[in-house]
């Protein structure tokens, strides 16, 4: 689940560029489980395995809006509803206002991520409190035991 929403920001932003550049949004995913395939051997990308997946759904004969959907019900995360429902919607009205609702859903998505690694950065600066207190008395002992030492 971390890795999804982690890959998150980078899979929306590239749905976005590939529509911007004129591609439909059925063929923005097949371009990107294309590339995946591709370069699948480098690592395995939860996010990129999903797209495949619905791509071969959509090869498979299920409508866009219903591979869409499914694809938001498999990851089990809020933004992966909500990028389905933006790309449903996209699919059922055209690409008219689509690319501005995707493009604030990047930017959005890019937020939280900042605020994710954010946290993450002050729960591992909290993890690290207390080897560094250990630290700091391990120090402190051994500087105290040559002083004590001499006044005696």
Same mark, same amino acid.
């Given at each position: 689940?971390?890795?999804?929403?982690?890959?998150?920001?980078?899979?929306?932003?590239?749905?976005?560029?590939?529509?911007?550049?004129?591609?439909?949004?059925?063929?923005?995913?097949?371009?990107?489980?294309?590339?995946?395939?591709?370069?699948?051997?480098?690592?395995?990308?939860?996010?990129?395995?999903?797209?495949?997946?619905?791509?071969?759904?959509?090869?498979?004969?299920?409508?866009?809006?219903?591979?869409?959907?499914?694809?938001?019900?498999?990851c089990r995360l809020p933004c992966?509803?909500?990028?389905?429902?933006?790309?449903?919607?996209?699919?059922? $009205?055209?690409?008219?206002?689509?690319?501005?609702? *995707?493009? #604030? !859903? @990047?930017?959005?998505? /890019? $937020?939280?991520?900042?605020?994710?690694?954010?946290? *993450?950065? #002050? !729960? @591992?600066?909290?993890? /690290?409190?207390?080897?560094?207190?250990?630290?700091?008395?391990?120090?402190?002992?051994?500087?105290?035991?040559?002083?004590?030492?001499?006044?005696?």
């Amino acid at each position: 689940m971390e890795q999804l929403e982690r890959e998150y920001p980078q899979l929306v932003s590239r749905v976005v560029m590939l529509m911007g550049a004129g591609m439909t949004v059925s063929g923005a995913f097949r371009k990107i489980a294309g590339d995946y395939k591709c370069r699948k051997k480098e690592k395995k990308q939860l996010s990129y395995e999903e797209v495949t997946i619905t791509c071969h759904e959509l090869d498979s004969g299920i409508s866009e809006g219903n591979a869409y959907r499914n694809m938001g019900v498999r990851c089990r995360l809020p933004c992966y509803a909500r990028f389905a429902s933006l790309l449903i919607q996209c699919v059922k $009205r055209g690409s008219g206002g689509c690319r501005e609702a *995707l493009w #604030e !859903e @990047a930017s959005q998505s /890019l $937020r939280e991520r900042k605020a994710l690694a954010k946290r *993450l950065g #002050e !729960e @591992a600066g909290t993890k /690290l409190l207390f080897p560094m207190i250990l630290m700091l008395v391990f120090v402190m002992v051994i500087i105290m035991i040559p002083a004590f030492t001499t006044f005696t």
